[in-house]
């Protein structure tokens, strides 16, 4: 059956529940069912401030910008660029904010937390409050 419709008839007698849809990506490039879900919403987004500037931000597997790295997981490569091995990343990977702060380990889960939702259109500003207006 549809897993989509089978999570909505399993929660309705939790009116005030909230819903989390998520799947991979389709193979074949073809919008999914959660593509259109996605794109019938306001979009939004779990940003996280960064602990040293504040940033708030999408964190991100893939560094937002290639040529700096910033915006996602640093410490997988030496400085010729070549992987690590996975005993050496274990050791070193963190993160790098957007702005170009380190985020270690010990420091994910408060930044997790600390996250908020914002819909497409919106940011959060460095004292938390949320600015603009959702596009849709």
Known sequence: GN???SARERTKRFWRSTIYAESSPDPQGEESEIDQLYESGDRRRWLCPCPKCGTHQELRFFP?????G?????????K???LLSTDEIR??????CVNGCRIDQRDKDATVRAGRWAADGQSIDK?????GKPIK
Not at 64 to 68: L, N
Not at 91 to 96: G, I, K, L, T
Not at 127 to 131: A, C, F, K, S
């Open 64 to 68: 937002r910008d290639k040529q700096t």
């Open 127 to 131: 004292n938390g409050r949320l600015r």
């Open 3 to 5: 897993p989509i419709k």
């Open 80 to 82: 010729d660029g070549e």
């Open 91 to 96: 050791e070193a990977v963190h993160y790098v």
């Open 70 to 78: 910033r915006g996602g997981f640093g410490g997988v490569r030496d």
